[in-house]
């Protein structure tokens, strides 16, 4: 396995070049945009050029971030960067169609927390041991004595508040803590943060849950709670990507479920998991990566082709398999 390059050396570049790209994954969370918009407005105080790119462009619900309207949808010219940077990123081609849109990159930097990450890239960084991306940037931008604004704060905040659901998962150490502190010394609202994060859902996103809810299913002895996500009811709720996210969690906090699954009906013949487990010892991502996919052992995804029906019954049997490893 690659071993990981120094903080320093990424600092050294991110001083050195002028020119650069920041990119993270499709389907981005508040971990994906807060690393983004934290690492664009560090690269703006050192005086570079800095293009930020996402597939999905910035979502209607981060808006709130500071510098948020720096995110672009992916050029539809290749362009030339001296330096791309892919952040909490665990695949490379999960940049989706930012991948397409680089014709050339003198250097590719890979920052990221996920297990299932294989230092792809000319420098990569991977702490699978940070609940957030967010607190490795922070430790970047802290130890190598790089800016570090109020406003790149607050999006540190929200990455490692999302990543760590408002710092209650088990991966929230004594330093994220101790992070956490030191952002809200740089002048972190926490309680407007938190509301815009946690308390401000369209009315759709709630309606999506009620019909989630009617389709819950129990399995492996109540072990799992799952539901399905077809797309006709998409667009009868009229719910948008980003409405789904963090609906997951609702199930996993029943009683006496160790495993929670989300099934969403995409376009093209495929199925997009998401799995979350609540005891190291069931690892989830070991499930997903039976279908192509990683993540953390507690938070796992991947993109299954065939129909929801038959993607829920193989990803359940795997869950079932890997609960009667425990």
Request: include cysteine; charge should be negative; glycine fraction near 10%.
């Amino acid at each position: 396995m690659k071993k990981n390059c120094e903080l320093g050396e990424i600092a050294g570049v991110l001083r050195n070049a002028n020119r650069f790209l920041v990119m993270s994954h499709v389907r981005p969370d508040g971990d994906a945009y807060g690393c983004e918009l934290a690492m664009a407005l560090c690269l703006r105080e050192l005086g570079k050029d800095v293009t930020v790119w996402n597939e999905d462009g910035m979502l209607d619900r981060y808006r709130f971030m500071p510098g948020s309207g720096l995110v672009e949808r992916p050029s539809a010219e290749p362009r030339d960067f001296e330096v791309a940077i892919c952040l909490d990123t665990a695949v490379q081609d999960r940049i989706g169609s930012c991948w397409g849109s680089v014709r050339s990159a003198g250097c590719w930097i890979n920052i990221d927390h996920h297990i299932t990450n294989n230092h792809y890239g000319d420098l990569a960084y991977v702490d699978a041991s940070a609940p957030a991306a967010g607190q490795i940037l922070y430790e970047l931008f802290a130890g190598q004595g790089l800016p570090l604004t109020r406003d790149m704060a607050a999006n540190l905040y929200v990455a490692i508040s999302t990543d760590t659901g408002s710092f209650r998962y088990p991966s929230t150490t004594a330093r994220t803590y101790e992070i956490g502190a030191e952002l809200v010394r740089l002048g972190v609202d926490v309680g407007r943060l938190s509301q815009e994060v946690y308390e401000s859902y369209p009315r759709r996103r709630i309606e999506l849950l009620r019909e989630l809810l009617n389709v819950l299913r129990m399995s492996s002895g109540d072990r799992v709670a799952s539901f399905g996500l077809d797309r006709a009811t998409t667009a009868r709720v009229g719910a948008l990507p980003e409405d789904n996210e963090g609906l997951i969690d609702t199930i996993r906090a029943i009683e006496g479920v160790e495993v929670a699954a989300f099934f969403e009906e995409m376009e093209g013949g495929r199925v997009r998991v998401s799995l979350r487990s609540k005891r190291p010892e069931v690892d989830v991502s070991r499930v997903c990566a039976q279908f192509g996919g990683g993540g953390h052992t507690l938070a796992a995804g991947a993109r299954v082709a065939g129909s929801l029906g038959e993607v829920e019954t193989r990803v359940l049997l795997a869950i079932e398999h890997e609960l009667a490893r425990t």
